[in-house]
């Protein structure tokens, strides 16, 4: 079993920064893929950032390129999800998840609230 619990959320004005952080433990393996997504009030989850404990297969979605950069420390088990720029239409749930591939997420954390004010 996987578990994995995020962190770094809160409320920031437009502008400003967070990094949100996604710890991991339990069995992962290290050809797992490591997802960021967010889900706003009223919308559908959509995907923001993934990668690979090995660092390779990065991936943003557009609306948050060049701002937000996904790292992770394999020493510690962890995948971050820094943050800048923060626009309002961040404001979101933020998810971590953990799968076998980009389209198979099979663990999922309870999410960190991010919000943004203008």
């Known amino acids: 079993q996987v578990q994995l619990v995020e962190s770094g959320g809160g409320w920031v004005q437009a502008g400003g920064s967070l990094r949100l952080s996604c710890a991991t433990s339990?069995?992962?393996?290290?050809?797992?893929?490591m997802g960021w997504f967010r889900q706003a009030p009223g919308k559908e989850r959509e995907f923001v950032a993934r990668?690979?404990?090995?660092?390779?297969?990065?991936y943003y979605a557009d609306s948050v390129k060049g701002r937000f950069t996904i790292t992770r420390d394999n020493a510690k088990n962890t995948v971050y999800l820094q943050m800048n720029s923060l626009k309002p239409e961040d404001t979101a749930v933020y998810y971590c998840?953990?799968?076998?591939?980009?389209?198979?997420?099979?663990?999922w954390g309870q999410g960190t609230q991010v919000t943004v004010s203008s």
């Open positions: 998840a953990a799968g076998a591939s980009e389209t198979q997420y099979n663990y």
């Open positions: 990668t690979r404990w090995s660092g390779f297969g990065i």
């Open positions: 339990g069995r992962t393996s290290s050809t797992y893929v």
